[in-house]
T-cell receptor, first 108, second 115 residues
Framework: GIQVEQSPPDLILQEGANSTLRCNFSDSVNNLQWFHQNPWGQLINLFYIPSGTKQNGRLSATTVATERYSLLYISSSQTTDSGVYFCAVVSNDYKLSFGAGTTVTVRA | EAGVVQSPRYKIIEKKQPVAFWCNPISGHNTLYWYLQNLGQGPELLIRYENEEAVDDSQLPKDRFSAERLKGVDSTLKIQPAELGDSAVYLC?????????????FGPGTRLTVL
């Protein structure tokens, strides 16, 4: 199956800092989603981005499908941004294959 | 618009007991997924339904796990008998089939603890 690697595994930020999370995948994809899992375990959809660039407030994402990677940018981080960020992809089998996640801690 | 609804949110049982989880997808979504999330890992697919048909159950441990979606709307996932290693979060997701490979939306999950 398709392999998804996320980096870094852990990230500690001071409030107000900017950061970039990376997702590499091993094969062509038909779907790529970024999620934020909050401390209560809820997976919150951030972006549906199989290719191109999208922005939503302080967050933006870019997927370069031909080079098999996606980036999630967090600007002016806030304590509420803390949690685990997952990248997940769909190849030809309709199931989301998740990376191991990046745990982000934003300190006040 | 209501999101994916799951119940119960938490369940604690003793090993060898049965347990069932319920999921109601987003209205109009005919594709439903059950995922398993172990601590510190990303979710993994157990089963996918298109309407009432289970089209991918290759990752479902069929000796003890079963699932149904009788009317093509809500779904139940059952474990009988539960084992200690089944302690995890069980997530339900849904997506629309208006186009292929659509965005998936997740419910809050059921956290199962087997003692």
């Amino acid at each position: 199956g398709i392999q998804v690697e996320q980096s870094p595994p852990d990230l500690i930020l001071q409030e107000g800092a900017n950061s970039t999370l990376r997702c590499n995948f091993s094969d062509s994809v038909n779907n790529l989603q970024w999620f934020h899992q909050n401390p209560w375990g809820q997976l919150i959809n951030l972006f549906y981005i199989p290719s191109g660039t999208k922005q939503n407030g302080r967050l933006s994402a870019t997927t370069v499908a031909t080079e098999r990677y996606s980036l999630l940018y967090i600007s002016s981080s806030q304590t509420t941004d803390s949690g685990v960020y997952f990248c997940a992809v769909v190849s030809n089998d309709y199931k989301l294959s998740f990376g191991a996640g990046t745990t982000v801690t934003v300190r006040a | 618009e209501a999101g994916v609804v799951q119940s119960p949110r938490y369940k604690i049982i003793e090993k060898k007991q049965p347990v069932a989880f319920w999921c109601n997808p987003i209205s109009g979504h005919n594709t439903l997924y059950w995922y398993l999330q172990n601590l510190g890992q990303g979710p993994e697919l157990l089963i996918r339904y298109e309407n009432e048909e289970a089209v991918d159950d290759s990752q479902l441990p069929k000796d003890r796990f079963s699932a149904e979606r009788l009317k093509g709307v809500d779904s139940t996932l059952k474990i009988q008998p539960a084992e200690l290693g089944d302690s995890a979060v069980y997530l339900c997701a849904s997506s629309s089939r208006l186009a292929a490979y659509n965005e998936q939306f997740f419910g809050p999950g059921t956290r199962l603890t087997v003692l």
